[in-house]
Structure formats: structure tokens, C-alpha cells
């Protein structure tokens, strides 16, 4: 991930949202993957990742795993 930073560790975002988290410029080396409706997507902790094409709208679910229990809505 170019230009990493990591999220303010006591920010909203960090504590009532997504968790531990950084955020980038952009993706160098990535590899994009065309998904569907169906689809189950892994992405391992620490490995960069986000959405560079919506067609229509999505629904999706995310489950974090968070063992340092930062997020205060567990």
C-alpha cells in the first residue's frame, strides 16, 4: 500500500466502526478479482485491499476479528 497510515487508534472509525485498520494511496502490485453475487471473499489480516469498480449497488457482510479488543461495540 502506498502512503500507508494507520487509523487514529482512538477514533471513531477504529473504536465503533471498522476496527484497527490503515488507509493508502493506492494498491501497488495488487491483483484485481472480478466477484459476484454468491462469491465469499478472504482477506486475510494486514493484506491491503479495496473496491475499484461498483456496478449497481452491493450488499456484503464483514466479520473482524479483533483479539486486542479495540472496537467497543463487541
Same mark, same amino acid.
Given at each position: 500500500? %502506498? *502512503? $500507508?497510515? *494507520? =487509523? /487514529? !487508534?482512538?477514533? %471513531?472509525?477504529v473504536? #465503533? #466502526?471498522?476496527? +484497527? @485498520?490503515?488507509d493508502? $494511496?493506492?494498491?501497488q502490485?495488487?491483483?484485481?478479482? =472480478?466477484?459476484? $453475487?454468491?462469491d /465469499? /471473499?478472504?482477506? !486475510? $489480516?494486514?493484506? +491491503?485491499?479495496?473496491?475499484?469498480?461498483? #456496478?449497481? @449497488?452491493?450488499?456484503? %457482510?464483514?466479520i =473482524? /476479528?479483533? !483479539?486486542? =479488543?479495540? @472496537?467497543t461495540?463487541?
Amino acid at each position: 500500500m %502506498l *502512503n $500507508a497510515k *494507520n =487509523r /487514529v !487508534p482512538d477514533s %471513531l472509525s477504529v473504536t #465503533e #466502526e471498522d476496527g +484497527p @485498520s490503515a488507509d493508502g $494511496a493506492a494498491i501497488q502490485g495488487g491483483t484485481s478479482r =472480478r466477484i459476484k $453475487a454468491g462469491d /465469499v /471473499v478472504i482477506i !486475510p $489480516a494486514g493484506t +491491503p485491499h479495496s473496491f475499484s469498480s461498483v #456496478e449497481g @449497488s452491493i450488499t456484503y %457482510l464483514v466479520i =473482524r /476479528v479483533d !483479539p486486542d =479488543r479495540v @472496537s467497543t461495540t463487541y
